[in-house]
């Protein structure tokens, strides 16, 4: 009787056993077509939103004209004599990410040096995720700050400053991206062999010698990558300039003044400035196309610079 319900409970679990190796073998044909699926879901939401900006800004420069987009120095497209240059928006923007870069690269990279090469283990778990809080924080919560409280900061420094300027939401803008610059700079300068410092200790070098002159030549294309990521970011930051920039867009380089860019731009007509069809709000378009190929181009100049300076260990 034993022998019996023994070779019963034998056969259950071999039969429990085969029931699931189908199951894994189901499961390990179907995950590679769900990953093939979402990885073409992926490809195709890129390609459509290419397509729609090609289209809809093709729609624009057939009733503007490329020359005038391209060459004019004045933006007032919804003035009642409408001028369509886009340089205005692109200064501003420009004014905008080197105003957050002089802020954020100084900082991030004295951050990144300090956690990788000074910090112990515990402070380096405890400070870097509270760094990388900032990242977290809604833009828009970004944009009220500088407008309520470093725009009225600087106007006790600066008596001339508009309440609407460029200085401030780049200050606020290169805040935001520290993280960004502090983490990749220090996950690059963590990836440099120890070997290669206890050598320049050993040879009589201090450890601000080894972080300067060694680890940093070392992990360069890391940092220097995410230098150009992190401009990337501040070229295609929104609400921050939208809140605290104003709407003013000038070929001036008055920090003091308002200026727009192009993402605030996109805003403005995005909230029902300009009509369904009209050459204005096809211009969001255009603008939105201009956007695009600048970070398309930071982010291959990203890419080839670590690949250019990539060190091999």
Known sequence: ??????????????????????????????????????????????????LTLIFETFS?????????????????????????????????TLMIAVIAMIIAIPIGLACAIFLSEYASDKTRRTIKPVLEVLAGIPTIVYGFFALTFVTPLLQNIIPDLSIYNALSPGIVVGVMIIPMVASLSEDAMSAV????????????????????????????????????????????????????????PTMDFDVTSAVQTMTAYIV??????????????????????????????????????????????
Request: neutral net charge.
């Open 1 to 50: 009787m034993n022998e019996r319900s023994n070779k019963t409970s034998i056969s259950k679990m071999i039969e429990s056993k085969s029931s699931q190796q189908g199951m894994k073998k189901a499961a390990e044909g179907l995950m590679p077509k769900f990953f093939l699926i979402c990885a073409v879901i992926s490809i195709l939401t890129t390609v459509g939103i290419v």
């Open 60 to 92: 624009f420069l057939e009733v503007v004209g490329i020359s005038e987009f391209l060459l004019s120095t004045e933006w007032y497209p919804l003035h009642g004599d409408p001028s369509y240059g886009v340089w205005p928006l692109i200064m501003g």
């Open 193 to 248: 062999p120890q070997s290669m410092r206890e050598g320049a200790f050993a040879l009589g070098s201090t450890r601000f010698e080894v972080a300067m002159k060694v680890v940093l030549p070392a992990a360069l294309s890391g940092i220097i990558a995410s230098f150009v990521l992190a401009v990337s970011r501040a070229i295609g930051e929104t609400m921050i300039v939208t809140v605290a920039g104003g709407a003013n």
């Open 268 to 313: 403005q007509v995005s909230l029902g400035d300009a009509g369904y069809g009209t050459t204005e709000y096809y211009s969001i378009y255009a603008v939105g196309m201009t956007l695009f190929v600048f970070t398309l181009l930071m982010n291959i100049l990203a890419q080839f610079i670590s690949k250019r300076f990539r060190e091999a260990y």
